[in-house]
């Protein structure tokens, strides 16, 4: 069965690193998402991506945040300049259209900035 | 932004027990989905919703989207230890927006 996958599943990054993480959505999926979850809290929207351009973001989604889809098949965010309350787990979503489809998550990566 | 409010936050019962939990919006949507969450795992979809007015069924699952098309619930009947998780339901329309997660313990 086709999954999302995501890499890596834990990072550890000293605070102001550049960290990148990584995804491979599903392959016939045209829209793709971050979302993030604090420990013990509600999963949030970061941002939504579709034909190589973010269509929404959230307010969470800084200059500090970027996405990009360097290839056919990955899907990376970027977190510049880590900040402590940057940790927290990161998933990534895909699904076929925007509306009316169901979207399927990635395990996660749990970034700790330390 | 677009608000959940997801209830019950945690729920402990009984194996064998029937579930009920549901969620409503300010906002309409035009899907419904329920996810469950495991410890250190991603959330993974159980049962997708449509149209308003939709009853849907998976195994021992069962959600409905409301007619206003602000809420929906979902039972789980018969409880079984492996049950044990958070339960998210996300209202679609260009992004997901998620309830804030009910725990479910079932004690055997």
């Known amino acids: 069965e086709p999954e999302v996958t995501q890499t890596p599943s834990h990072q550890v990054t000293q605070m102001g690193q550049e960290v990148i993480l990584r995804c491979v959505p599903i392959?016939?999926?045209?829209?793709f998402y971050w979302y993030r979850q604090i420990l013990g809290q509600k999963v949030e929207f970061l941002v939504s991506?579709?034909?190589?351009?973010?269509?929404?973001k959230s307010e969470i989604f800084d200059d500090q945040f970027s996405v990009e889809r360097p290839d056919g098949s990955n899907f990376t965010l970027k977190i510049r300049s880590t900040k402590l309350e940057d940790s927290a787990m990161y998933f990534c979503?895909?699904?076929?259209?925007?509306?009316?489809?169901?979207?399927?998550f990635g395990q996660g990566t749990r970034l700790t900035v330390v | 932004g677009q608000q959940l409010n997801q209830s019950p936050q945690s729920m402990f019962i009984q194996e064998g027990e029937d579930v009920s939990m549901n969620c409503t919006s300010s906002s309409i949507f035009n899907t419904w989905l329920w996810y469950k969450q495991e410890p250190g795992e991603g959330p993974v979809l159980l049962i997708a919703?449509?149209?308003?007015?939709e009853l849907t069924s998976n195994g021992r699952l069962t959600a409905q989207f409301g007619i206003t098309r602000k809420d929906s619930f979902l039972n789980i009947s018969a409880s079984i230890p492996s049950d044990v998780g958070i339960y998210f339901c996300a209202g679609s329309a260009r992004q997901l927006t998620f309830g804030s997660g009910t725990q479910l313990t079932v004690l055997p």
């Open positions: 991506f579709y034909n190589n351009e973010i269509s929404e």
């Open positions: 979503a895909s699904r076929v259209s925007e509306r009316g489809t169901e979207a399927f």
């Open positions: 392959s016939n999926h045209l829209y």
């Open positions: 919703l449509y149209k308003a007015g």
